[in-house]
């Protein structure tokens, strides 16, 4: 007996009207442009670039000749290597993405600009001289990040870095993480610096090297 209600319900919402608006927004939650954090972050991954010295070291063994696979032919630099990605956040949404630095690097003097931490420098321009710098460049909202600012004049020493900062990135936009230096000379981890938890660690990367890793994306408020 209860079967063959259940049957005649059927058969009766079939010959009835459409169903109530209100299951409608059931169907429509999850817009088809809405991008997760997840995969928004995960489209910034493998953001690594290395500078490693090869052959003798020089200057008491403080410098090196980085790696010559990584010259260039350009009228401006000697080393400009860069990685490009396409943010896939939300499209036209702008984003705070936390990101965390890490490496080892030599320092970088600038002029102008803002400082967000003591080694993230906000746009200005990087002075004249053959230390290298290491960036980020985000194309929409347009601004160019140094990670390796310095605020002791340059010189022949390294410095690890580990720190966390928040910027703001448009989906769809492309984000440029570069290594750049006009000549091919750069400061050897003479001191032996290690970062810990990322590689070559426990041992210290010969070289320099940086890295960044998002930790977390967020519609900005």
Not at 161 to 172: A, E, F, L, N, S
Not at 195 to 214: C, H, K, S, T, W
Request: include cysteine; aromatic fraction near 8%.
């Amino acid at each position: 007996m209860i079967l063959a209600l259940g049957i005649a319900s059927i058969a009766a919402g079939c010959a009835a009207t459409p169903p109530p608006a209100a299951a409608t927004p059931n169907v429509a939650a999850a817009p088809v442009t809405a991008v997760s954090s997840g995969s928004a972050a995960a489209s910034l991954a493998g953001l690594r670039i290395e500078v490693p010295c090869k052959g003798d070291k020089f200057g008491e063994n403080t410098e090196c000749h980085w790696d010559p696979a990584l010259m260039v032919t350009d009228p401006k630099w000697k080393l400009k290597t860069e990685i490009v990605k396409t943010f896939s956040g939300a499209p036209g949404v702008v984003h705070d993405v936390t990101i965390r630095v890490r490496g080892v690097v030599e320092p970088k003097n600038f002029t102008g600009g803002t400082v967000e931490h003591e080694h993230f420098q906000v746009g200005g321009t990087p002075d004249v001289d053959h230390y290298n710098f290491y960036s980020l460049k985000v194309s929409d909202p347009p601004e160019s990040y140094t990670v390796n600012r310095s605020d002791k004049k340059v010189g022949h020493f390294l410095f690890p870095i580990d720190y966390t900062v928040t910027v703001p990135i448009r989906g769809g936009a492309t984000v440029t993480l570069g290594a750049y230096d006009d000549n091919d000379i750069s400061i050897a981890n003479h001191q032996k610096i290690v970062v810990p938890e990322i590689p070559p660690a426990p041992a210290p990367f010969d070289g320099q090297f940086f890295q960044l890793d998002v930790l977390a994306v967020a519609p900005k408020r």
